[in-house]
């Protein structure tokens, strides 16, 4: 029988109590996303501080679902299509993953098929990963990219000789960070919004800030890493942009200027098979929350991701297919494993010319969860 360890990051650490301590002694209206330098394991920065008005323990338990979802998937698809043996670990402090009865399609019995072990007392989790991985033939780790926590991973268990159902370390290198995303796509010629890497010397450029304030109508500051929305925010001109940036200091070139573009958001997600073939998650468009906020005389709207809509029409989906090869090849590294596309559409979706990519995940994405593309691995 085969034997498949599936390692997702969230439900292996202890994040509901120490996020709320660590957050109380930090400055109100931190950017989301920014690291503050919180200790290793705090949800790889997914535990930061966030914005006023914003419920980080209701957001990490949103977090928390949504990777015991894709966990779940990932053990329904290995357990009932290939008959494996599926090894998962878990943090003792947390309850099991919810036995989502439409998730698993009729299984009840799918969480006690797996193969639970938990982290053992003063244990870190990649030593547990690393153990419960070389019990198998393979391993799938679930991880967002912040403060690098996917590419950490992947470094250490392939260090030790694991074979992962991910992309390269030089992939995910690249595509957890938009910054050096945004300059491959650049050389490549792939479409995407004007990107500026947010530093002192912009901030100090008034000659530079006065012509971005009239090439477009909004911008957006996002983190270089960041994951399902969190710490993005969209100003109506670039100016605002740069005077909330200057109320804060830190380590200002891990954030980005990104022009705002109108457009149809949507995702896919490519599939990267050991043969060398390629499946297609469908493509589907994107819905995002919106809410306002503001400092002083700065106002500014949070945005996040709400969720996913229905596939889009077959002869859209090549189009979309098309595009997201190109922008996903334009990439260095080795491509294996689940990888997603987010883009925007600002014209027919029948013209390739009308994609704009925003960024990669080089990761296993919820819409996994959907279950419509064929055997992922």
Same mark, same amino acid.
């Given at each position: 029988?085969? *034997?498949?360890?599936?390692?997702?990051?969230?439900?292996?650490?202890?994040?509901?109590?120490?996020?709320?301590?660590?957050?109380?002694?930090?400055?109100?209206?931190?950017?989301?996303?920014?690291?503050?330098?919180?200790?290793?394991? +705090?949800?790889?920065?997914?535990?930061?501080?966030?914005?006023?008005?914003?419920?980080?323990?209701?957001?990490?338990?949103?977090?928390?679902?949504?990777?015991?979802?894709?966990?779940?998937?990932?053990?329904?698809?290995?357990?009932?299509?290939?008959?494996?043996?599926?090894?998962?670990?878990?943090?003792?402090?947390?309850?099991?993953?919810?036995?989502?009865?439409?998730?698993?399609?009729?299984?009840?019995?799918?969480?006690?098929?797996?193969?639970?072990?938990?982290?053992?007392?003063?244990?870190?989790?990649?030593?547990?990963?690393?153990?419960?991985?070389?019990?198998?033939?393979?391993?799938?780790?679930?991880?967002?990219?912040?403060?690098?926590?996917?590419?950490?991973?992947?470094?250490?268990?392939?260090?030790?000789?694991?074979?992962?159902?991910?992309?390269?370390?030089?992939?995910?290198?690249?595509?957890?960070?938009?910054?050096?995303?945004?300059?491959?796509?650049?050389?490549?010629?792939?479409?995407?919004?004007?990107?500026?890497?947010?530093?002192?010397?912009?901030?100090?450029?008034?000659?530079?800030?006065?012509?971005?304030?009239?090439?477009?109508?909004?911008?957006?500051?996002?983190?270089?890493?960041?994951?399902?929305?969190?710490?993005?925010?969209?100003?109506?001109?670039?100016?605002?942009?740069?005077?909330?940036?200057?109320?804060?200091?830190?380590?200002?070139? *891990?954030?980005?200027?990104?022009?705002?573009?109108?457009?149809?958001?949507?995702?896919?997600?490519?599939?990267?098979?050991?043969?060398?073939?390629?499946?297609?998650?469908?493509?589907?468009?994107?819905?995002?929350?919106?809410?306002?906020?503001?400092?002083?005389?700065?106002?500014?709207?949070?945005?996040?991701? +709400?969720?996913?809509?229905?596939?889009?029409?077959?002869?859209?989906?090549?189009?979309?297919?098309?595009?997201? *090869?190109?922008?996903?090849?334009?990439?260095?590294?080795?491509?294996?494993?689940?990888?997603? +596309?987010?883009?925007?559409?600002?014209?027919?979706?029948?013209?390739?010319?009308?994609?704009?990519?925003?960024?990669?995940?080089?990761?296993?994405?919820?819409?996994?969860?959907?279950?419509?593309?064929?055997?992922?691995?």
């Amino acid at each position: 029988m085969k *034997r498949i360890a599936v390692l997702e990051f969230i439900g292996c650490q202890d994040y509901l109590e120490t996020t709320s301590n660590a957050i109380a002694d930090l400055p109100v209206g931190l950017p989301v996303g920014l690291p503050v330098g919180l200790p290793v394991g +705090l949800s790889a920065g997914l535990a930061i501080a966030s914005s006023q008005n914003r419920n980080d323990q209701a957001e990490n338990q949103e977090l928390l679902r949504e990777g015991d979802a894709m966990l779940l998937a990932v053990a329904m698809e290995w357990i009932q299509s290939h008959g494996a043996e599926v090894h998962c670990c878990r943090h003792p402090a947390l309850n099991m993953p919810s036995n989502n009865k439409a998730l698993l399609k009729g299984d009840s019995k799918l969480l006690d098929k797996i193969q639970w072990h938990f982290i053992r007392p003063g244990e870190q989790y990649l030593n547990e990963w690393l153990r419960v991985a070389q019990m198998c033939g393979r391993a799938l780790v679930i991880a967002p990219e912040i403060d690098n926590a996917l590419l950490n991973a992947t470094r250490f268990l392939r260090s030790h000789g694991v074979d992962l159902v991910n992309a390269s370390d030089e992939f995910i290198t690249t595509a957890s960070d938009k910054w050096l995303t945004a300059l491959q796509w650049q050389e490549h010629s792939i479409r995407q919004p004007t990107t500026k890497l947010l530093c002192r010397s912009l901030l100090q450029d008034s000659a530079v800030i006065n012509v971005m304030d009239s090439e477009c109508t909004a911008w957006v500051v996002k983190p270089r890493d960041g994951v399902g929305g969190i710490g993005v925010r969209r100003f109506s001109r670039f100016s605002d942009s740069v005077s909330w940036a200057r109320r804060f200091t830190g380590d200002f070139n *891990r954030l980005l200027l990104q022009q705002w573009m109108p457009g149809r958001t949507a995702s896919i997600a490519l599939v990267f098979l050991e043969d060398g073939s390629t499946k297609f998650s469908p493509v589907r468009d994107q819905f995002l929350t919106e809410s306002k906020s503001s400092i002083g005389d700065i106002q500014w709207t949070e945005l996040g991701y +709400l969720g996913s809509g229905k596939p889009w029409p077959y002869e859209h989906q090549k189009v979309a297919e098309s595009f997201a *090869r190109a922008a996903i090849s334009a990439i260095p590294g080795n491509l294996r494993g689940w990888i997603g +596309l987010d883009f925007l559409c600002d014209g027919s979706p029948t013209d390739i010319n009308s994609y704009i990519a925003i960024e990669v995940n080089p990761r296993l994405t919820s819409s996994y969860c959907f279950g419509e593309s064929e055997s992922t691995f």
